[in-house]
């Protein structure tokens, strides 16, 4: 674990030496998403390939670099393109950027995922906020030696999304004149979509939206002390609540709806 901080103490300095000084908010753009960094002003942008120990996304639909600037009035720098557990990843290296934004200084983070809706009341398209998780990785980022430096070795973890921004978030789908859903997110290593069965099972525990992303993240987020806003788009029904699944229908709810999600995004930067 501590080589892990070292790698991520090595990486800040690289990117603090790009010129990215001060960072407000980081940003977790997911699939179809990550067009957002393409609206962030004044950019400085670093390919994950010239970042010392940075990994390389593998996954269509996800840019590979980070963009910093200005986005709704804060600094931000947005990871276009994460690092999923199915692609054989360690959890080190899916929660690698994490460490290196809170080593960056940033105190806020806006994670974003495309995700399956679970509950019967959802439709594709629409914009869950996630009010809470359910870890069904079967592992933890944090296992393993704890550095009590950058974290306790038993995070609380009764509000992983941060009260305060949930009512920012709605404040500002109200003000936009969107719908918001709110809801569970069931992260599952994936890479296949899940079965009928396991989706009964994460409706009957209470879930509205899966997917293969976020809860590691936002683990070591609050690990960090870094408070966390999330918002899923919601791309397709979950499997044996409609069509077969497949990642290019994901891609394309993504790019449909990715003007509403930008509209709230920018919003809730705004209020933070």
Do not use: W
């Not at 599952?188 to 293969?212: C, H, K, N």
Request: charged share 20%.
């Amino acid at each position: 674990m501590n080589n892990v901080f070292t790698q991520a103490r090595e990486a800040a300095t690289y990117i603090e030496n790009q010129g990215i000084k001060e960072v407000e908010v980081g940003l977790i753009l997911g699939s179809g998403l990550g067009e957002l960094a393409e609206e962030i002003e004044d950019q400085v942008v670093i390919s994950y390939k010239d970042i010392p120990s940075f990994p390389v996304s593998t996954v269509v639909g996800h840019a590979g670099q980070l963009v910093y600037g200005t986005l709704g009035g804060k600094k931000v720098l947005a990871l276009q393109g994460r690092f999923h557990y199915y692609e054989g990843y360690s959890m080190d290296t899916v929660t690698f950027p994490v460490r290196v934004m809170s080593m960056l200084g940033v105190q806020s983070l806006i994670v974003t995922n495309a995700a399956g809706g679970a509950n019967t009341d959802f439709q594709p398209g629409d914009l869950m906020m996630i009010q809470d998780h359910v870890n069904f990785f079967g592992t933890n980022p944090l296992i393993g030696e704890n550095e009590e430096k950058y974290g306790p070795r038993f995070p609380d973890m009764t509000h992983p999304y941060d009260v305060e921004y949930q009512g920012f978030i709605e404040e500002a789908a109200a003000e936009l004149n969107l719908s918001l859903k709110k809801g569970v997110y069931f992260g599952f290593t994936g890479p296949t979509y899940e079965t009928p069965a396991e989706i009964r099972m994460v409706q009957t525990l209470g879930g509205d939206a899966v997917g293969m992303s976020t809860v590691p993240e936002v683990i070591v987020a609050r690990h960090a002390g870094i408070r966390v806003a999330g918002i899923s788009c919601i791309t397709n029904l979950a499997a044996g609540m409609g069509a077969e699944l497949n990642h290019e229908d994901v891609i394309e709810v993504s790019t449909k709806i990715r003007s509403s999600f930008k509209k709230l995004v920018v919003s809730l930067l705004e209020k933070l």
